[in-house]
């Protein structure tokens, strides 16, 4: 398979090879040098995790504790809830906000008038292009129990106005279902490009075999977007112990800490505002490893199971 | 498309029609579901904001004003925000398609000696980091606290974008093109500038349109890294306005009594306008571009 | 008796000194009365500026930004006038104060720290970057070449012994109040009118109260036909903590919030009670549920926004509001028809105490200075002329009248014979909508400085709404029977680590109690688990580090 000049797989020796594609390496090496200074020099400094950092010594200059840290995490009497809070929220996350992308792909793609069809995807994923801070400052706004414009019906068709925002047993569903309203429409877009590469001779002949378009797109697209679904739903597994720090801390009041105290908020204040250094770092070092194994674990189950995995 | 083909031999079924009204009704929810907060924000900025509170805003503006927005205009800090916005958005566009174009491409070269390893180096990154105090030092040891360059620098390259990039063109760029450029003597850079790029002209519209929206949002960045305010971005004034509480300054100082009530009720007024102004630009952006990148998301996220 | 003794002997000590002082008056100090309650006497304190000879020193300072203060401090009134009379220039880097905690640890983590700071330092902060030699130990240059921050120390021990560690060391210095009026915390100002319209009585007592809240929920208070348009209680929870002090002290309880947002610690007759845990406490609660579930106490108190709740009470909608009465003020109106709520009692408790803030402190954090900082001696130099009178004035007043252009504050002596003056402030009306967001615009506001009657006669007789609230606030005796519930301390640092937990026990405190008000969680039921779970995280171990530190302090 020897072809001169051009590309080639096999046959040449690998420096060979190399050699001949050098401007790839120069192509490659901003990012390179990207990841490093940006990525893996912080790496180092993970290590404060294993010691009591103190500012004027420096990193290397700080005593080294070990595990103190570490222990410290699972003595900690609020450490469960705050696990279980990341948990709940991301499961909450996933049994929702999943299938919904999903579904929403699959009924557009049943539209056929395609100028309307059009404009329900534009307009289903503007939101995407809303900042964190707009999006909180909008549930804030519409789930207000004075002017918000939700108990505002509410109490249209008589019902009493729910404080949303003060009751913290909303907090989870506010979450997930203002997220499930900003990304749906962009999650969208993944599955229906899969929907539009499905073969209409498919659909044709089960259409001259009788089959009714409900049947149809259950045996049909349903099974032809699988592999992205599964792909997408390891992934998310995968995060499920790392919920976004940004609009978390964003939605934080001390009326609703109990629910919406997650892990990376945790870090976060432990980290910077009460200047747990060396702490916040281990608790972020536990949970990297933690998604690390979640990810490795679902992704072996599901290569296992004859389905696809990412590696 | 579909629905074209299926025009002419068509066996119309109860369930064919009902799916039909479903489809379109449940079209017409998902565009006032996601439309109507927008459009009660645009009409809010637009309205006095008394009756913003009465809650009498319902659809339409209601005594329209547009105190909000003469403020908004006064409140010079916006501007500065608005400015390092754009700034940043700009050049960091610009960076990250000079920094991932070129890496994608040659990870999507299957020739490329390396290429799992290197492809390994860059995945590693999405799941581990140092932390935020590791990297603080780090940026200050290379002198990019209280930088601006470090707000465009910051987000160069992400995996995510590189792997998108990579199988749009592994999948769209055909070998037998890139082999033809070889034998007419093409040196490996001529074939990416004048050949490969021109090509991906989708792919390039949705990377831009990535990083430039994940510019325009961010926040988290540049409050940890830049101190002085005349670089702040704009989503940090628009937390201070519409997140955070200005009660805790007034408990401590009866003296200030009349200014923060003013700065209160100037917030208040100022809040929708501010939704608006900010996100509007984007908002009316992205259908223009969305032939572009939706073109270029079908490809490069199959595989994704 | 050996503490009374030790109390005498204390008394006696200072009389000592302070006759010592008034003898030897060295030049320009003189005794403080009221901190230059005479204009006319001259004014208090050494000044030793200015503090280079030629070029000007410059030093570094990062600053917490609010948002009336300008984008930049390079070129206003103040660091012009610091050039003029010290010859110092100050490098200023504002950072927004909403992100100038995480912008604080950053940069003393990474090295990078300014060489001082003049606000936003905590006693946290102290603790963990003063040891480390980051802060600089205050008090060896405090002994050498700051007279008036001596005199000060020497005029209000208790103060001094706040701002010392266990070893001696100050790491920080605060501003001084000695204004009698805020000496002590707010209780709730509520509609005296509409009391007396509905032909009811002041309150005396938490029940009477309770019987005017349901006579105003019910009926119709403000006459204007409707009876359902008065809100009985409003206030921000997260924020207003006054109503809360009032209840608790009605109960026997005295506590004042803390960095952790919880109202907790109180030493009663030598010993120290978590306040949390008390009888007392679950009887606060208990009335505030009540309060709650009839309808009293507005849901809007938990999830308002500080604007939304600040409409309603400008609109005089609000029966009885928490927190300085800003709304009530701001109304032109009908604000006089408001008073501040008496000393209310219980049927569980008569006893009369109230919570008295750090007495003569206003702000603590005021002064911090880093390791880098290459000036020590000249910046001690600088905030001990701080607090001085005309310091102070600088730092707080603004600008006299005259100065530089048409605006500031001005003395009018009204009669030549007695002294007797008064003040008025010139300002900005147009562009500004009162004196202080004229002062912010062009100076810091903050740092370490004397508040005396002299500068807060200034200052208020320019806002004759703050007199009102001098007037109501020191008008329910409060002064008779306040007390300090639990001093300022500091700890040792065994005893700041078996603190750490204390973090946790505060949220689950905080969440506990609005879980009990509203209902959520319901009293009878989980006081126990409560109080149960609080012991569990180590309450105990809390207790006897509280309980040292303050037997320390108490010691001194």
């Known amino acids: 398979m020897k072809r001169t000049g051009a590309i080639q797989l096999h046959g040449t020796p690998v420096w060979r090879r190399m050699l001949k594609n050098y401007e790839l390496y120069i192509f490659l090496l901003p990012a390179v040098i990207y990841f490093f200074v940006f990525c893996y020099m912080p790496m180092y400094g993970v290590q404060i995790a294993f010691r009591n950092f103190m500012p004027n010594k420096g990193i290397l200059g700080s005593p080294w504790v070990g595990m103190k840290h570490f222990q410290r995490i699972f003595r900690l009497p609020s450490f469960g809830a705050i696990v279980w809070n990341t948990l709940a929220i991301s499961l909450y996350s996933l049994i929702v906000s999943f299938p919904v992308p999903i579904l929403l792909a699959l009924v557009i793609n049943e539209i056929r008038r395609s100028g309307y069809r059009r ?95 409900l049947k149809r797109i259950i045996h049909i697209n349903l099974p032809c977007i699988m592999p992205t679904v599964s792909l997408l739903f390891i992934l998310q597994v995968g995060s499920l112990m790392s919920v976004g720090f940004e609009k978390v801390y964003l939605m ?15 870090v976060y204040k432990q980290g910077l505002l009460q200047a747990q250094y060396s702490f916040s770092s281990a608790v972020g070092l536990f949970n990297s490893l933690v998604n690390c194994l979640l990810l490795l674990i679902t992704n072996t189950v599901s290569r296992s199971m004859g389905g696809n995995s990412l590696f | 498309m579909l629905a074209r083909k299926t025009k002419k031999n068509r066996i119309y079924s109860k369930d064919d029609r009902l799916i039909d009204f479903l489809a379109y009704f449940i079209g017409a929810v998902v565009i006032f579901v996601t439309l109507y907060p927008l459009i009660f924000v645009v009409s809010a900025s637009f309205s006095d904001p008394v009756e913003v509170i009465s809650g009498h805003v319902v659809l339409w503006p209601v005594s329209f004003s547009l105190e909000g927005y003469e403020k ?199 809040k929708f306008g501010i939704v608006v102004v900010s996100s509007v630009p984007v908002l009316i952006m992205y259908p223009f571009l969305q032939k572009y990148f939706v073109k270029g998301m079908m490809v490069g996220a199959i595989k994704g | 008796m050996a503490k009374k003794i030790l109390a005498l002997a204390l008394i006696l000590g200072l009389f000592c000194s302070m006759a010592a002082i008034a003898e030897e008056n060295p030049a320009g100090i003189s005794p403080i009365l009221g901190f230059g309650g005479e204009w006319a006497s001259g004014s208090w304190g050494v000044s030793q500026l200015p503090l280079s000879d030629g070029d000007p020193i410059h030093v570094s300072c990062m600053f917490p930004r609010q948002s009336g203060h300008p984008e930049s401090f ?20 504002l950072v927004e104060s909403s992100g100038f905690e995480e912008k604080k640890n950053l940069v003393l983590a990474a090295g990078d720290y300014p060489d001082i700071f003049m606000d936003g330092i905590k006693k946290t902060d102290e603790q963990t970057f003063g040891p480390l030699g980051i802060f600089v130990n205050l008090a ?30 100050i790491y920080n210095l605060c501003d001084f109040n000695i204004t009698p009026r805020d000496q002590f915390v707010s209780a709730p100002y509520y509609n005296e009118q509409w009391v007396l319209d509905m032909g009811l009585e002041i309150p005396e007592t938490l029940d009477d109260l309770y019987d005017i809240f349901v006579a105003v929920r019910d009926g119709d208070a403000d006459a204007d036909g409707e009876t359902d348009d008065e809100i009985p209680l409003l206030y921000s929870f997260e924020n207003a903590t006054d109503f809360k002090y009032s209840v608790l002290a009605a109960y026997g309880l005295i506590a004042l919030k803390d960095d952790y947002g919880i109202t907790a610690d109180y030493v009663k007759d030598g010993q120290y009670l978590f306040v949390p845990v008390q009888e007392g406490y679950k009887d606060y609660l208990t009335y505030m549920n009540k309060l ?100 102070s004035m600088m730092v707080r007043a603004g600008r006299e009248y005259g100065t530089y252009d048409d605006y500031g504050w001005e003395i009018i002596i009204t009669d030549e014979a007695t002294g007797e003056w008064t003040s008025k402030i010139h300002y900005d009306t147009e562009n500004f909508s009162g004196y202080y967001a004229w002062r912010q615009h062009n100076a810091p506001l903050q740092g370490t400085y004397v508040a005396g009657e002299f500068q807060n006669k200034v200052m208020i007789a320019s806002d004759y709404k703050n007199n009102w609230y001098s007037e109501t606030k020191m008008g329910t005796g409060r002064t008779d029977f306040m007390q300090i519930p639990y001093p300022e301390v500091t700890f040792t640092e065994e005893e700041q680590d078996t603190l750490m937990v204390y973090v946790d026990i505060a949220n689950y405190v905080k969440s506990m109690e609005a879980k009990f008000i509203t209902g959520d969680a319901d009293i009878e039921g989980e006081w126990d688990t409560y109080v149960s779970t609080i012991d569990g995280m180590g309450l105990e171990d809390i207790i006897a580090v509280k309980q040292a530190a303050y037997d320390r302090w108490n010691l001194n």
């Open chain 2, 72 to 270: 908004i205009l006064n409140y010079t800090l916006i501007w500065t925000g608005y400015r390092n916005t754009i700034l940043y958005a700009l050049f960091g566009t610009l960076l990250n398609l000079c920094f991932t174009l070129p890496a994608a491409y040659a990870l999507s070269r299957r020739d490329l000696v390396g290429r799992n390893i290197i492809m390994a180096y860059f995945a590693v990154t999405m799941f581990f980091s140092g932390g935020l105090i590791p990297t603080y030092l780090v940026m200050k040891s290379i002198h990019l606290v209280n930088n601006p360059l470090i707000m465009v620098l910051l987000g160069a390259v992400s995996v995510w974008n590189t792997v998108i990039a990579r199988t749009f063109f592994q999948n769209n760029i055909p070998m037998e093109l890139q082999e033809a450029a070889y034998i007419d003597g093409a040196s490996t850079t001529r074939l990416f500038f004048r050949i490969v790029l021109p090509l991906s002209k989708p792919i390039i519209a949705v990377l831009a349109l990535f990083c430039a929206v994940g510019h325009w949002n961010s926040y988290f960045n540049g409050l940890i890294y830049l101190s002085d305010i005349k670089y702040y971005p704009l989503q940090i004034f628009l937390r201070n306005i519409l997140i955070l509480d200005q009660m805790e300054n007034m408990m401590g100082d009866p003296d200030s009594v009349e200014n923060l009530l003013r700065q209160m009720q100037l917030k208040e007024s100022m």
């Open chain 1, 119 to 213: 404009v329900v995807q534009t307009v289903s994923y503007a939101p995407h292009f809303i900042s964190t801070v707009v999006l909180v400052s909008l549930i804030e706004m519409f789930c207000n129990t004075d002017y918000g414009v939700i108990n505002r019906t509410i109490e249209l068709f008589g019902g009493e106005a729910i404080p949303f925002l003060s009751n913290q047993s909303y907090f989870r569903s506010l979450y997930v279902l203002s997220g499930v309203w900003q990304s749906s429409g962009w999650s969208a877009i993944v599955y229906l490009s899969a929907l539009s590469s499905i073969d209409p001779q498919l659909h044709e002949s089960a259409m001259i075999d009788g089959a009714s378009r």
């Open chain 3, 140 to 169: 060896p240059y405090i002994e050498e070449y700051a007279p008036n921050t001596r005199e000060l120390f020497e005029r209000f021990p208790d103060v001094k012994k706040s701002l010392s560690y266990p070893d001696g060391a």
């Open chain 1, 252 to 266: 934080q009041k001390s009326i609703n800490l109990d629910v919406s105290e997650v892990i990376t908020t945790y």
């Open chain 3, 292 to 391: 709650y579930t009839e309808g009293i106490l507005s849901p809007d108190c938990f999830t308002a926004s500080g604007e939304q709740i600040n409409a309603k009470v400008q609109s005089l909608d609000v029966f009885m509001i928490a927190g300085t009465p800003y709304g009530v003020m701001a109304n032109d109106e009908d604000w006089m028809k408001y008073d501040m709520l008496p000393f209310l009692t219980s049927e569980k408790s008569g006893e009369k105490i109230w919570p008295g803030t750090l007495r003569h402190v206003r702000s603590w954090g005021n002064f911090v200075m880093t390791d880098k900082c290459q000036y020590p001696v000249e910046m001690v130099k600088l905030q001990d002329y701080f607090y001085s009178e005309v310091g």
């Open chain 3, 74 to 93: 390079d070129d206003i009134w103040w660091s012009k006038e610091l050039l003029k009379r010290a010859n110092v220039v100050i490098d200023w880097t």
